[in-house]
């Protein structure tokens, strides 16, 4: 490509790669206060002016996975040597630990519903954007049209028949129900999305198969799924994206058993006034999945959106 | 990685199940393929989306549930479309539509431009501006409070910092004028990412021998990129739009934690005010109402945008 | 089960008096998630030890919480066996029969509401008000003071400017002007090289925040949710001239003696610009205090605490806190009395008040210790004393997001006047009312 008229020149690249680094620097400054503050203490996470400086202390973190309570004025000092080194933490700010936090439970339930929601969504979207794809199925741009159009009524319009449906069937607060209901709100993105692939993938290869006595079902998984492979994974990318982090039904739909980390998040208080280190903690590590799934599929992402449908 | 476990996958499945499927024709395939999909948008969506048109004609509040339900027909419907509030939120929404959309899609295409150049590092710097849209937006609108903060945050210490103007003498959430801007800003940092990956895709997606041939026939860079390259990218972005346009539409999260729909009213979109009356007031068949007006609206945007969008692709 | 915890379980049954099979209940409390929830789940390991039952606890962030725990009792959910419930949910969970009428347990236990502080069994227990029907034992006193930097106060040079500019010294203010005032006069002081503000005051828009703040000004002008005389009547009660300069005041204090950026302030908010020296000044609950005292910057004896102070129109400050209820629809009901039972002994309460609770109940803030035993002990039972409460109506949530939105509108985005705002405000309040066939 290099070799072709219309490579940028030396110059011209130079000045886009400043440019795009600006703007990441720009644009990352926000995310680093965050990953800084989880590092801070508490009276250095509100200090005033900002500090860009500090010492670093895991003040935040040992407040996000514990729930503290002031040491009744009446108690006599404790010894700090016996301590590990989070009681000592939490000692030294007059605070002793009541009991274990929910995050480390929000989490694992935002593990299990967001991936759980992301796999069966992925499941569902291929094998309905294959048959959308090569199929003659009656309505076809009619029932295409009423999957996207489900995305686009607010969480809030639908929540309260949905709470109510959920409750009738004891589907409030589990895993079974969030997950389901994530799966569909994502169905639509995913079909849109795969069937664009699906349409990509010649159909001659198929046809060979299906010469060579496979049936359209073999041909479908050895021939047609591992070409799909780029596209099932940046749609499972934006899927999970989307699970992961959302927060509407979350907040409305889940109380306990089943409530992901977001609501729980931005909530996180300390023993008194918002423990800012201990929400950017709790930030930081969420955003941590994410980025690794990201990070690992990150050479289907920019192929994965074209959104084959529009161009062949 | 995972094409090898895919292959495993269709090597691994049971005899039993593809005998059993094998006998099945494409239509009866094509039926077992689709109709989870439908079953399950059908159960999730589009039954609550009756039961909420069925709601919207009674007076029915889930938090009294001692009252009789009544069937009341289109007063709900008259009672919103002459409140005037519910225009403010809708100039509100509108607001914070066209112009996340404007913004987001001129820095998300340039940003694309200039990647596409292909400097050395572009796949690195690519990965780090897509970080902001992993985040979680209630934790995104959450911290932004804090970054907002005239006198510890971070964002008016910056704009300080680089031009001088005293960090306290401004408030991004309080004042009036600056309001509406704050959460558009918060989104644009947000969402831009997602603009720019898809004018990416569609940047690469232009075949360099119709540039080549355009080099042949000596037009200008100039007239290149407007008769190649945004005719060919067009669809693409269209496409990003209606996406973020559909989201921005349904907009909550993001903005209830960051302003709580303030200073008085201004910041109060669509699905603010709906979520009070239908989760605070308990209104239930006055929201239901409220929600299919909104969801009447997008869906009329959306369709006639769609078949805006397929002429521009056919073209 | 072991022997030991045999023992304890029926130990805890004969206490509690019940004659059942010692069977242990899994219960779950619901509470804001907030510091004094943290102390509760402290105290309440006492409660597991007697008792052989195990709590659990479901606390939900203030912003969500009565949306959150609203729509499960709404909905008939068994998430949580006992509630501690905002004051105003009384009326609609009485109405609506979400809670258990607590009258015959009180009687059976000898639980007399005659102990606790009148203002909380009022506040958060009965409903209708002022009538012997009781929902809720008062669990958490709670009310809106003043904090300030005595640190600030006490410096000679800025009382003798204070008292060229003002002609009195530079102490608690008697009144709500001096309180301005005061607030005026560290406006964008240099304080240690810092520019610092007057006062952080509620302004939050998304809950209930500017309405806990503002309605301290409104009542001490003059303001009244109806007429005395004659139930639900609003007309020149709600937007009276009186009301209307009260909500001009606090206007003015937000316009000229509040940090910038303090638009969508409330609780927390509010802590960390106090903590943080921003500000001489913090409107809040009382529920901070003890983290104040233990704060390394502010804490320590820097810090002093007052009552709302009074105004032209009378001396009242907001009534804030909750009291714990037995759900309705919990199947462990007898487990969720044994604990109200187990609250509301003595000695549980006074351990709760040191563990930062603020006991309502009166045996332990009229002993003689109680006053000099914090430093905002006596502030807070002074504060008790004049408490008024918004709406505690079934339909308290409708009453209440019209009132955020008008004073909101009025006194942070700058529209129309103070008489507009409380004439837009009783007409919304009308229409609800007329809903609710109260007019």
């Known amino acids: 490509m290099s070799f072709s008229v219309t490579a940028p020149s030396p110059r011209t690249k130079l000045i886009s790669g400043l440019i795009v680094g600006l703007y990441a620097l720009v644009t990352l400054a926000p995310l680093l206060w965050i990953i800084a503050t989880g590092f801070k203490s508490g009276q250095d996470s509100i200090h005033y002016p900002p500090k860009v400086l500090f010492e670093p202390t895991m003040e935040g973190y040992v407040n996000l996975f514990t729930t503290r309570t002031r040491i009744p004025s009446d108690q006599p000092p404790k010894d700090t040597t016996s301590m590990t080194w989070y009681e000592e933490i939490v000692y030294k700010k007059g605070e002793i630990i009541a009991e274990p936090s929910k995050y480390g439970e ?40 009423f999957i996207l159009s489900t995305r686009m009524m607010p969480p809030i319009a639908v929540a309260i028949p949905i709470f109510l449906m959920f409750k009738n069937l004891g589907l409030n607060d589990t895993y079974f129900g969030m997950i389901m209901l994530y799966t569909a709100v994502n169905l639509s993105l995913s079909v849109w999305l795969l069937k664009g692939f699906m349409d990509e993938i010649p159909v001659e290869y198929e046809e060979a198969a299906l010469i060579d006595g496979y049936t359209r079902f073999e041909a479908f998984i050895k021939v047609v799924l591992p070409q799909a492979i780029t596209g099932i994974a940046s749609t499972a990318i934006f899927c999970l994206i989307f699970a992961w982090n959302e927060y509407a039904f979350a907040v409305l739909l889940t109380s306990g058993d089943a409530q992901t980390a ?16 201990a929400v950017a903690a709790g930030a930081t590590l969420f955003l941590v999945p994410v980025m690794v799934f990201t990070v690992l599929l990150r050479k289907h992402l920019l192929r994965g959106i074209t959104f084959g449908a529009i161009r062949k | 990685m995972l094409k090898l476990l895919v292959n495993k996958l269709a090597l691994k499945t049971p005899r039993g199940v593809s005998k059993h499927v094998r006998g099945l024709s494409d239509k009866k395939l094509a039926w077992l393929f689709v109709s989870p999909t439908i079953i399950l948008l059908l159960a999730i969506n589009i039954f609550p989306l009756l039961w909420t048109i069925y709601l919207s004609f009674t007076n029915y509040r889930v938090n009294r549930p001692n009252r009789d339900v009544k069937w009341i027909d289109l007063r709900n419907y008259e009672r919103i479309l002459s409140d005037s509030d519910i225009w403010q939120t809708m100039q509100a929404t509108a607001h914070f539509l066209v112009s996340t959309l404007v913004i987001q899609v001129l820095i998300g295409f340039t940003l694309a431009f200039l990647i596409n150049k292909k400097f050395k590092g572009n796949d690195l710097l690519t990965t780090l501006i897509v970080l902001p849209m992993m985040l979680s937006p209630a934790v995104v609108g959450n911290f932004w409070t804090f970054l907002y903060q005239p006198q510890i945050g971070l964002f008016n210490y910056a704009i300080s910092f680089f031009s001088g103007v005293d960090a306290s003498s401004f408030s991004m959430i309080g004042d009036v004028h600056l309001a509406p801007w704050a959460i558009v800003i918060v989104d644009t ?31 200008s860079q100039w007239r290149q990129f407007w008769t190649i390259t945004i005719p060919m990218v067009l669809p693409f972005l269209m496409l990003a739009v209606l996406f973020r346009g559909i989201e921005n539409f349904k907009m909550f999260d993001l903005v209830v934690q960051l302003t709580g729909g303030g200073p008085g009213s201004l910041t109060t979109l669509s699905s603010i005010d709906l979520k009070r009356e239908a989760f605070e007031k308990w209104k239930t068949g006055y929201s239901s109402a409220y929600a299919v007006i909104l969801f009447v609206t997008v869906f009329g945007l959306a369709s006639i945008y769609v078949k805006a969008l397929n002429k521009v692709k056919d073209r | 089960m072991n022997v030991k915890t045999g023992v304890k379980v029926i130990a805890g049954a004969v206490m509690a008096g019940a004659i059942q099979t010692a069977v242990a209940d899994d219960l779950t409390l619901c509470w804001a998630s907030w510091d004094p929830a943290n102390a509760l789940v402290e105290l309440s390991k006492d409660f597991e030890a007697e008792s052989g039952h195990k709590m659990s606890f479901e606390f939900v962030p203030w912003p969500n919480f009565a949306d959150r725990m609203l729509n499960e009792l709404n909905s008939g959910g068994g998430l949580c066996d006992l509630m501690i419930g905002d004051s105003q949910w009384i009326g609609g969970a009485a109405e609506n029969g979400h809670y258990i009428k607590l009258n015959d347990f009180f009687a059976k236990e000898g639980i007399d509401m005659g102990d606790f502080i009148p203002a909380t069994v009022t506040g958060y227990s009965e409903w209708p008000k002022g009538t012997p029907n009781y929902w809720a034992l008062p669990a958490f006193g709670d009310v809106v003071g003043w904090t300030y930097r005595k640190d600030w106060f006490e410096r000679p040079e800025l009382r003798k400017e204070y008292k060229a500019k003002y002609g009195r010294d530079l102490d608690v203010p008697n009144n709500l002007d001096e309180l301005k005032d005061i607030a005026q006069f560290f406006q964008k002081r240099k304080i240690d090289g810092k520019t610092v503000y007057g006062a952080a005051i509620y302004t939050e828009r998304g809950s209930e925040g500017i309405t806990m703040g503002v309605t301290n000004a409104l009542y001490n002008y003059g303001f009244e949710y109806s007429n005395p005389a004659k139930p639900y009547d609003l007309k020149g009660f709600v937007n009276s001239k009186e009301a209307a300069a009260g909500l001009e005041y606090y206007k003015e204090l937000y316009d000229t003696a509040t940090p910038p950026g303090s638009s969508n302030w409330y609780m927390g908010e509010n802590i960390d610009a106090y903590k943080s020296g921003q500000v001489a000044l913090q409107m809040n609950f009382a529920f901070i205090w003890p983290g104040v005292e233990a704060d390394p910057n502010v804490g320590g004896g820097k810090s002093g605490y007052f009552p709302n102070p009074p105004g032209p129109g009378g001396h009242f400050a907001q009534l804030g806190g909750q009291g714990i209820s037995v759900v309705a629809a919990s199947d462990k009901r007898e487990a969720a009395l044994e604990y109200i039972k187990w609250f509301a002994q003595k000695k549980v309460q006074d351990k709760w008040w040191k563990a930062g609770g603020y006991s309502a109940l009166r045996a332990v803030v009229e002993d003689p210790g109680f006053v000099s035993s914090q430093p905002y002990a006596k502030t807070f039972l002074d504060s008790m004393a004049i408490v008024k409460d918004f709406w505690a109506e079934p339909a308290y949530a409708d009453l209440l997001l019209p009132m955020q939105e008008r004073i909101h509108d009025y006194v942070i985005a700058g529209k129309g006047t103070a008489q507009q705002a409380l004439d837009g405000l009783v007409k919304d309040w009308t229409e609800v009312l007329q809903d609710e066939g109260k007019l």
Do not use: H, Q
């Open chain 1, 106 to 145: 929000r989490f694992l339930n935002s593990t299990v519903i967001g991936f759980g929601s992301t796999a069966l969504c992925m499941f569902l979207g291929t094998i309905a954007a294959y048959a959308f794809s090569r199929f003659k199925v009656p309505l076809k741009d009619d029932l295409l049209f």
């Open chain 1, 262 to 277: 977001p609501p729980f998040i931005p909530t996180i208080i300390g023993v008194s006034g918002k423990d800012w280190p």
């Open chain 2, 189 to 219: 940092w947000m969402w831009t990412p997602f603009v720019m990956l898809i004018c990416l895709a569609g940047l690469r997606s232009i075949p360099d021998s119709i540039y080549e041939a355009a080099e042949c026939d000596r037009a």
